[in-house]
């Protein structure tokens, strides 16, 4: 089961940073915080994933708190194409059987 | 481009036939996923293959059936036997098994009527 939490919904302007927020405060040492979306109707699309150093690549950016207990996705300029339902999991380590688990998500929503 | 097809996007089928929806990699992975969808729900794992001939039972197998013969084709039979049929299946890839970096088809919405 996923063991995070997110708003449920958040509104961005076109051409403005989204910043998403997740909470993992029950993380322990050895898992990962990945990071997916899915826009309506189509399959998930991985984002990108991080220990503890903060990440970047070509789709966004995930800072991690030293902590640990939370981290937040940074769409740098979005797009309507953003527009989308994104979720944040946690790894519960190998032995799991690489079964995906999507909690709630935040559904976000660029304007123009 | 490297990815992953499924076809088709929409399939209807009449109660009680076998219909088998198609999922095919060329990223070359080994490991390969089938997930269903439903309405304003999360994933679920029906069965999920860890390398070319060999494929495990996920959570919600029963009324599935698969095969992998070759690296880069998991097609899925969703037979007579399953009970709620309709619904929006995902077929997924990784590098190896045990990742959580998985890539995704558009998938396949099945409607039987």
């Known amino acids: 089961d996923a063991k995070t939490t997110q708003p449920p919904s958040m509104d961005c302007a076109e051409g403005r940073a989204a910043n998403l927020p997740c909470n993992h405060s029950t993380i322990s040492g050895n898992e990962y915080v990945y990071w997916y979306r899915q826009i309506h109707s189509q399959g998930p699309q991985y984002i990108i994933h991080g220990l503890k150093n903060n990440e970047t690549n070509e789709m966004a950016s995930l800072i991690i708190t030293e902590d640990r207990k939370s981290s937040t996705l940074i769409l740098p300029h979005a797009t309507l194409r953003d527009t989308a339902v994104y979720y944040c999991?946690?790894?519960?380590?190998?032995?799991?059987?690489?079964?995906?688990?999507f909690g709630e998500g935040t559904q976000l929503t660029v304007n123009p | 481009d490297g990815g992953i097809t499924q076809s088709p996007k929409y399939l209807f089928r009449k109660e009680g036939q076998n219909v088998t929806l198609s999922c095919e990699q060329n990223?070359?992975?080994?490991?390969m996923y089938w997930y269903r969808q439903d309405p304003g729900q999360g994933l679920r794992l029906i069965y999920y293959s860890q390398i070319v001939n060999d494929f495990q039972k996920g959570d919600i197998a029963e009324g599935y059936s698969v095969s992998r013969e070759k690296k880069e084709s998991f097609p899925l039979t969703v037979t007579s036997a399953q009970k709620n049929p309709t619904a929006f299946y995902l077929c997924a890839s990784s590098i190896t098994w045990g990742s959580y970096e998985q890539y995704f088809g558009p998938g396949t919405r099945l409607t039987v009527t």
């Open positions: 990223l070359n992975h080994d490991a």
């Open positions: 999991i946690d790894s519960r380590g190998l032995t799991s059987g690489s079964r995906l688990t």
